[in-house]
């Protein structure tokens, strides 16, 4: 189908991603990952309706593509997977989001957490490179085993597609408190299917500057955080959204550290919390035990930080600092664009120069 090949563009799902973001926040709901696989909160929580709806559209994606089957890791890449998912759990609950939430949304509403988490990214996925270095020497991958299941998949498919979209019928049908859940859910499956045509993974732009000198990634999402925050920019400049809506308090300390763990993790599962997503809609059992134990981790450390220790009251992981209330909104919006800017320069110049290039 011709679809699928219009979607198949990073730089699509970028977009799409920005696009989705804003208006996520017209209504009052932050794009992030983490906050959706918290057991505890779970039930009602529009943040997990966004992680069904995306790996419900992903699935629909990947059976019409004819590009689902269950495919199975080695021992070390199930063992790779269990310390991942704890790695990204314990990260995003030290930085309040994962990549997505901490870093990508956190920045495009101009908390400062974002910009630590940030670096803090960048540090976690070179000490991960620096492991998949002594990986690739000591226990050279053996590959392990694809199920395709191209005959029923499309028909799978089609059922599942019929479910989201009846299930979301359900809800804008009902009270304002659920039609809200019916939006996105069906937005999240739309995202879901575009996201997985273009194949859209933080990790990888990350990770591929500094093995493969490629740069198509990074170019996708620094364009999707530039839509997000301009878009995120007006509607706070206007005041359609409250100025401190997702400004998170973890600057410098928990954004920073979780950002090095969340990194590691990012590399280890090689994939983001959203490729996470997309990916189990692909069939990949190795991010479904990804998910499992960042959902586990999750739940049980975000509850000892904010039930039993209160470690947000007591700010030891940080504060909130909104980046207006220093350098006004047209400052913060400027500081924002110089990161975006430096993070592509360097990408591009690595890209020509090969001067940082890691061989695994």
């Not at 479910?163 to 809200?180: C, D, M, Q, R, T």
């Not at 499956?189 to 273009?198: E, H, T």
Request: a positive charge; one cysteine or more; aromatic letters at 16%.
């Amino acid at each position: 189908m011709s679809v699928f090949k219009t979607f198949s563009n990073p730089l699509v799902g970028g977009i799409f991603l920005g696009l989705f973001a804003i208006l996520l926040e017209f209504h009052d709901i932050p794009l992030e990952i983490a906050g959706g696989l918290d057991l505890y909160s779970s039930s009602g929580n529009p943040l997990f309706f966004i992680i069904l709806g995306i790996i419900g559209g992903s699935f629909i994606s990947s059976t019409f593509a004819q590009e689902f089957g269950i495919k199975i890791p080695t021992k070390i890449e199930i063992f790779k997977a269990v310390v991942a998912g704890i790695l990204m759990g314990i990260g995003s609950t030290l930085a309040l989001g994962g990549n997505i939430g901490g870093f990508y949304t956190a920045t495009a509403n101009f908390s400062a957490s974002g910009l630590t988490m940030f670096l803090g990214l960048i540090i976690g996925v070179l000490m991960g490179l620096k492991y998949l270095i002594w990986e690739a020497e000591k226990f050279p991958s053996k590959g392990g085993i694809n199920i395709y299941l191209k005959k029923f998949g499309t028909v799978i498919g089609i059922i599942v597609l019929i479910i989201i979209l009846w299930k979301a019928l359900g809800y804008l049908k009902s009270n304002k408190e659920k039609e809200i859940l019916g939006k996105l859910l069906l937005f999240s499956a739309i995202a879901g299917f575009i996201i997985q045509r273009s194949k859209l993974c933080m990790a990888k732009a990350f990770r591929e500057p500094f093995i493969s000198g490629d740069s198509l990634m990074t170019r996708s999402f620094v364009l999707s955080l530039f839509i997000a925050t301009t878009g995120i920019f007006f509607l706070k400049f206007s005041k359609i959204q409250d100025s401190y809506f997702y400004v998170i308090p973890t600057f410098v300390l928990g954004s920073f550290v979780g950002g090095i763990l969340f990194g590691l993790g990012m590399v280890l599962a090689d994939s983001c919390a959203l490729s996470m997503l997309w990916k189990l809609g692909e069939g990949q059992l190795k991010l479904l035990i990804v998910t499992v134990f960042f959902g586990l981790s999750t739940s049980i450390f975000r509850y000892y930080l904010e039930h039993v220790w209160n470690i947000w009251e007591k700010g030891f992981l940080g504060k909130k600092v909104y980046l207006p209330d220093y350098l006004t909104y047209p400052g913060a919006f400027f500081l924002v664009l110089v990161v975006l800017f430096l993070w592509i320069f360097f990408v591009e110049w690595n890209r020509r120069t090969r001067r940082f290039i890691i061989k695994i």
